[in-house]
């Protein structure tokens, strides 16, 4: 059995429609990682996108400990992140996206102070008037993630990745 966790209702009822297995071969809690309460449940979990770059250093030390708590001795977990050097070449100031329900503008921005990519983004749906929002996302190097692992109490055992 798997466990999807989210704070987001619509990106779970996404993840229901594509669980492979079908209806019932997964679980899927609507929650915030920083109060994760599983007790060695999982002998594997995912962190995927830029779900660890969210928080500030501090609570994704802590997520990690409770995501450390959440697994079997033995278990096992991934990260997967943005390769921050080259978001860092890479990153153009304002990136359009159009898809079948809207068009979304991001005007981003790096701020190597906290080594935070910043995004004000804009959606205008096709039809209605646009909203907008703001978020940023912590970019890590490995070096960066090592260290917040082995506080949380994981050992890195391997790395993979480019610079893609």
Known sequence: MAAGVDSSQDLLELAREKVVGGP???????????????????????????????????????????????????????????NRDFVLDQMPARKWLETNRA???????FHPETSRLRVKRSVAPHGAKAVEFA?????????????????AGFDVTEVAGSIH
Request: aromatic share 6%.
């Open 103 to 109: 068009v979304i503008l991001d005007d981003v921005s």
């Open 24 to 82: 019932g071969s997964a679980t899927f809690v609507q929650a915030d990682l920083r109060t994760l309460g599983f007790v060695a449940t999982f002998e594997a979990a995912a962190l995927l996108d830029s779900t660890l770059g969210l928080h500030e250093d501090a609570e994704t030390v802590e997520i990690l400990r409770r995501l450390a708590a959440s697994l079997v001795p033995g278990g096992r977990l991934v990260i997967e992140v943005m």
């Open 135 to 151: 978020y940023s996302i912590r970019l890590y190097a490995l070096h960066e993630l090592r260290v917040l692992l082995s506080l």
